[in-house]
């Protein structure tokens, strides 16, 4: 009688746990990925694009829905956007204007935007972006002309400075009366608009400007899918940020530099001065300071980045200690080796700007160590594309867990589970003025 019980017994053990290891080794389950890429990120078999994520951001319908709103008959004026920065600033700028513009049921004029939108260099925005190609797009989303009327062309157009405003700002209160008294202005958009207020043929019009209406010069995108091309698939983009500018304009403070980058540094910082002390201190845990590269191949390692991944560096000019990454990264590719010599030269930094981009944005992988215009760029366009193998590396963790007194397996190990809370829940994959969350 015992032999009997006890074979039914073992053969439902048997089946249960059979049953249960199926479960946890099926890559589809939300419950095994977590548990394998968790329990084995230190070993380098499971990376962090193989967890499973439970939110993307998509974008959101009304957007998609924005040209059934009919553009009113009578315009209220013509409005002019001016850009100052490098290329994602302006790029920021001139979509936040398009929006302006549909918000204040003005018309968008052209011309003189190609004419003003120099970005401290050579560069402007005819040299980057299809203009053609932006107005066959945005037809019916916001009114624009390419000459202004023979009554108004002589003008100059009225500035109305909104970049340095505090607190929360609206352009209908503000702005509205501006545009109605004088006709034609000119404007530099705000970073702390309301748009909460816009309605939703307003946000509609900036959304469709920035990801669907923008695409560069023919010239510039055969460079960029030349450049695209002669990297070794698959990829991943890293834009890491460690020039000297960079720094010097952070004031942060670091040690173990070689001498060649402190003088970079203290030559860029000019009068200003680095915190120091507690100071220092708090400012990092903040997440104000650019994660080093040495720092930056460390996170990478947390995260069981293999040591022989393709790595393109999108990165400025006068990248710094960049021997902290290639010494543990080794295929690293840059478009200064990638490219013609004498075609790399002859560019401006917006134009090289817009190679990285476009590189970025159709990379197998992106990560980031700032969370800076480029960034948000590129990881709205990686989104609207489909494109969620993207990642923004903490400098706020990474500063809090080493002043904990974290180092090796512990470190890592605690690296690995802020990126991954990050990742599953797809923070700052989008801006969520025209993407919305869809939960898997």
């Not at 084995?40 to 990376?47: P, R, Y």
């Not at 008959?73 to 398009?98: K, T, W």
């Not at 340095?164 to 209160?173: N, P």
């Not at 845990?285 to 996170?299: M, N, Q």
Request: charge should be positive; hydrophobic fraction near 40%; aromatic fraction near 12%.
């Amino acid at each position: 009688m015992i032999a009997v019980s006890v074979k039914p017994l073992f053969i439902a053990i048997f089946t249960l746990s059979l049953f249960l290891a199926v479960i946890l080794l099926s890559p589809s389950t939300p419950l095994s990925s977590t548990l394998v890429s968790s329990s084995d990120s230190s070993t380098g078999k499971f990376d962090i694009w193989s967890v499973r994520r439970v939110v993307e951001w998509r974008p959101c319908r009304s957007w998609l829905q924005g040209r059934l709103n009919a553009l009113p008959v009578e315009s209220n004026g013509y409005i002019r956007v001016d850009c100052y920065g490098g290329l994602n600033q302006m790029r920021r700028d001139f979509c936040d204007g398009v929006g302006i513009a549909r918000l204040l049921n003005a018309t968008l004029v052209l011309p003189k935007f190609e004419a003003a939108a120099y970005w401290n260099e050579s560069s402007g925005f005819a040299d980057v972006f299809d203009v053609d190609y932006f107005i066959q797009h945005i037809n019916g989303f916001v009114k624009i002309v390419k000459e202004l009327p023979p009554d108004i062309a002589p003008k100059e157009p009225f500035h109305v400075d909104c970049s340095k405003r505090k607190g929360q700002f609206d352009y209908i209160e503000s702005v509205l009366p501006s545009l109605l008294e004088h006709r034609y202005i000119s404007i530099t958009p705000a970073m702390s608009q309301r748009r909460d207020r816009y309605p939703k043929y307003a946000k509609a019009a900036l959304c469709q400007a920035c990801y669907s209406s923008l695409r560069l010069t023919r010239s510039l995108k055969k460079k960029a899918s030349e450049l695209l091309e002669a990297i070794p698939k698959p990829f991943l983009s890293l834009h890491l940020r460690f020039e000297p500018d960079m720094v010097a304009y952070s004031q942060c403070e670091y040690s173990g530099l070689s001498p060649a980058s402190k003088e970079a540094i203290e030559a860029a910082r000019g009068d200003g001065k680095p915190w120091t002390g507690e100071l220092a201190r708090i400012w990092r845990e903040r997440g104000k300071c650019p994660l080093t590269p040495k720092e930056t191949a460390l996170i990478l390692q947390a995260l069981s980045i293999p040591a022989n991944t393709n790595i393109y560096l999108a990165a400025g000019d006068g990248l710094m200690e960049i021997e902290g990454l290639t010494s543990v990264y080794t295929k690293v590719f840059k478009k200064s080796a990638l490219l013609n010599g004498e075609d790399f030269t002859s560019m401006h930094g917006n134009t090289k700007a817009a190679l990285d981009y476009y590189v970025s944005i159709n990379s197998d992988s992106y990560m980031a160590t700032y969370f800076g215009n480029m960034d948000k760029m590129v990881a709205a366009m990686r989104a609207y594309k489909g494109l969620y193998k993207t990642l923004f590396l903490s400098r706020r963790a990474f500063a809090e867990l080493t002043f904990q007194g974290l180092k090796g397996k512990e470190l890592m190990q605690a690296l690995w589970t802020t990126h991954e809370q990050d990742f599953v829940m797809g923070r700052g994959s989008a801006l969520p003025d025209c993407f919305c969350e869809f939960k898997l």
